[in-house]
């Protein structure tokens, strides 16, 4: 409905605004990071700029609703709208000069996870692909405008899958198990460093399918929703499960239940 347009007409403003200016940020940045102060500093500093100004674009359109963010203290609202932000996504790739990053915005009614919400609208962009995906509840998903819509595809052995690790050395450990175990039977396993991209990956069809353990909403509600709205199946390991901070499973519905069933066999 016209709600919906309005939103996402709002995300991709919003992103697309915020990526300009973590961009302009990673240029001047590189001037930093040889002049001495460390790298990391100069990627916590533009995620921070970078939620920040999120923030200031969305109290000023919406001052009413609520904002969940990677970075930040989250802020409550009345409307029962919250906008679910990751200021830069793929932040190892943006400190290595990888151009696989991007800022991801979506706005949620209900509670945030793991209680029911419901993802109205959300856009992911990235500056350095000149990609800006976008999609609405029940009105589809578009790359820069045009409609991404999934061919069917089957047969998991004939599959690529991207997957992500966590930070946390235990969790790594745990899934570099389940993804070496689960090699044997796909064509191959992608890496790419960004959960909101391989999201849209999925949705675009450049792979069939995407896992990852422990994403959490700033990760994955614009990227699921774009997935979803292209005709991915999204959802836990489960068949009744959504996608949430245990497992969260897209692919092409062609190959979701192998692929789930084999997640599985593989100890996720
Ligand atoms: C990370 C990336 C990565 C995924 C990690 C996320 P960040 O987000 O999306 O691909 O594997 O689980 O934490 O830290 O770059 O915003």
Known sequence: GPRIKELRELAIHIATGAAEMAARMRHEGVAVAATKSSSTDVVTEADRATEQHIRELI????????????EGDSV????????????????????????????????VEGEPEPTSWRTLAGSVVAPRLSEVYSAGAG????LNGRPLRLEPHSGLSDSLVATGFGYESARRTAQGRVVAQLLGSVRDIRRMGSAALDLCAVAAGRVDAYYELGTKPWDHAAGALVAREAGAWVGGLKDDERESERMLVAAN???SKQLRAALRDAGA
């Not at 000023?60 to 969940?68: G, K, N, Q, S």
């Open 59 to 70: 109290s000023r359109a919406r001052p009413d609703d609520a904002i969940l963010g990677e």
């Open 76 to 107: 409550s609202g009345t409307t029962g709208l919250t906008w679910v932000v990751d200021p830069i996504d793929g932040t190892v790739n943006y400190l290595y000069g990888i151009g696989s990053w991007a800022v991801s915005v979506a706005v």
């Open 139 to 142: 009105e589809g998903a578009t």
């Open 253 to 255: 519905p062609g190959i």
